[in-house]
Structures are given as C-alpha cells and as structure tokens.
C-alpha cells in the first residue's frame, strides 16, 4: 500500500472511531482480596507505606521524598499471610483483557510482574501487577483472561533487592504505552542498559491515579475510561511539526479531538496532563503548522500553578524568556515522535 493509500486508510479508520458512539458502562473487579476499598473505607487501610509508616506513600503522584518523587501506581498491601508472614493473596484481572508480558524473574523495580491489555476499552488500556511472588500456572503471553480471574499471587519481589515481607504489596497501573517503537528509543537513548521488557518497559508504560478512576466509577461520575481521559487537566499545550502520525493515535483514536483532514498531516496540539501523558490530540494542517519545529515543541499553554502544585514532575522549563520542555516531558516527546 502505498503512503497516500495509507494515509486514507488511516482517515477512514481514525475518523470513524473518533465518532462511534459512547460505550456501556465497564465492569471492573478490584485486584486483590482486600476488603477495605470495596467497603468504602479509607485508603489508608488498604495501602501499603513505602517504609515511611505513611500509608498515603502508597498512592499515586509525588507521594514520597516530601513530595518530590513520583509513584505511578498504587500499593495494596497484603490482606492474608500464612504462618511464616508470607502473602497468600490471590492477584485478579481488574478487567478482560489479552496477557501481553511476563516478567517471571524479578529483573527490574516491578520484580516479577505481569501485563494484560484490553483492547476492549476505549482508550484500550493496560493494567500492570507488579512485585508478585508467583504468576499462575498456564498463563503465557497472548492469553485472553477474564474480569476477576487469578493471574497470580501478591509478593515482594523486585529487581535487586527484596522488599521486607511485612511491606509485601501489589504494585498496580492503569495506563498506556507510550510507543511500539520503544526498543529501538532505548537503544539510541539508554545505551549500556539492558532492556529485558520490550515495548513494556516501564519507560514507556504512563499509568493515571488508578485509585481516582476506581473511586469516581464507583460513585458513578465515570462509566468508561474515556470519560475519565476527557476530564483530565490540561497542564502543558504544545505544538509540533510531524509528518507522520504516531502510532500513539493509531492505537488510541478516541484521543483524538477531530476527525484526521483529508490532506497530510503537518503536525500536532498535544494536551498534557500533569504527569506527562498526551490525553489529548489535534491534527494540524499545512497552514496551522507554519513555523513549527519538527525538533522543538512550541507552548501554547502553561498551567504554571498546576506543576507548582505538582512539583515531581517536570513538564515545561522556563528559559530566556520562553518554555522549553522538561525532563519528564522531553523523553515522551521522543519516544512519540521517534527522534
């Protein structure tokens, strides 16, 4: 197929699903056994401190160093042990959804973890279980799993060290992955590292506050995750040249603000929320595009009290007198537009 078929094929596909119509109400199961969220409590009886004593460094977002490290996923912590203080807790898939990774030897910060995508969901997330003391029996990449099936056993594994049983957890994300072109990123930005994860590295997999979507679908004012997507914050706006569209929009066309134009795309608005992660997306035109850079992204918008807020991330930088994008923000711009 040639590139101008392809770009039509695209248009044709891309503008269908940014019009379908919204989806039912999604069913969710909560990953472990823990009783506490189910029952409404609070998450201080369910998380699982980092070492500080402070169930709240057990959340998503700058949690820990006083604020200033960020922490992608939740920690639930263990609900039932056997008599040596080990973690008997069953793992469950939180929705259905397709085994894409697993990590069986504990080789990096997740330990030994586990990664199902649901391509059923729009936007088709993934969910991550990490820090596992055993994956179950018969699982293998490109297994479908129900909502609530055991996918494992809740642990204390990780790579380089061993988190203390009495802090044993579940390390769980709600996110999506940034690119499908990650290793060959790795290899040109991270050279003399081992990348033992492919496309799921953890380098390239951007969780939301997984608690937040469970606890605003619970009272009903999300039913689906693109509803939660389109309430999301916009914390930096940014233009780039492209000339390509990022398979970033192609796996996650319901991101898209308008239907792609029947001419070539010249480039992108791209909205941010706090964190880093492109929630939203707009095709630009030739003309729209004039004096854009394909290397340098140009700030439209600065939400300046949002990232002082939110101060373990670093978005937007200001230099001579402009924004330049920061070290939390410019490996994503890498990584979607493959430079």
Known sequence: ????????????????????????????????????????????????????????????????????????GIDIRAFARDRRGEPTDSVFAAM??????????????????????????????????????????????????????????????????????????????????VTRDFPAWYARHQSGTRNDHGAWNGKNLMGIDALEFFNLWRARRVNTLQDYFSKMETAVRV????????????????????????GLVAGWEIRFNWTGLPFAWTPL???????????APQFVEVNSDLLRRERSRSLAVQRRGGWVAGKDLEPVLQQLFNR
């Open 1 to 72: 197929m040639s590139a101008r078929a392809l770009h039509f094929a695209l248009v044709a596909a891309l503008g269908f699903a940014a019009a379908a119509p919204a989806a039912e109400r999604i069913e969710l199961a909560w990953p472990t056994p823990h009783p506490a969220w189910a029952e409404g409590k609070s998450p201080t009886e369910f998380l699982q401190h980092a070492g500080s004593g402070d169930p709240t460094s057990g959340a998503f977002g700058g949690v820990r160093d006083g604020g200033a490290r960020f922490h992608e």
């Open 96 to 177: 259905a959804g397709v085994v894409r990774h697993l990590a069986p030897t504990p080789s990096s910060g997740y330990g030994r973890y586990i990664v199902i995508e649901h391509p059923e969901q729009t936007p088709a997330v993934y969910t991550l279980y990490g820090h596992l003391a055993r994956i179950a029996p018969g699982l293998a990449e490109g297994a479908t799993v129900t909502r609530g099936q055991p996918i494992g056993t809740l642990g204390h594994s990780s790579g380089g060290y061993m988190i203390p049983a009495d802090r044993a957890h579940l390390h769980f994300e709600i996110g999506l992955m």
């Open 239 to 262: 233009r780039v040249a492209a000339s390509r569209t990022p398979d970033f929009v192609t796996r996650y066309p319901s991101l898209l603000t308008k239907p792609l134009p029947l």
């Open 285 to 295: 035109t030739g003309l729209e595009a004039v004096g854009l850079s394909p290397g």
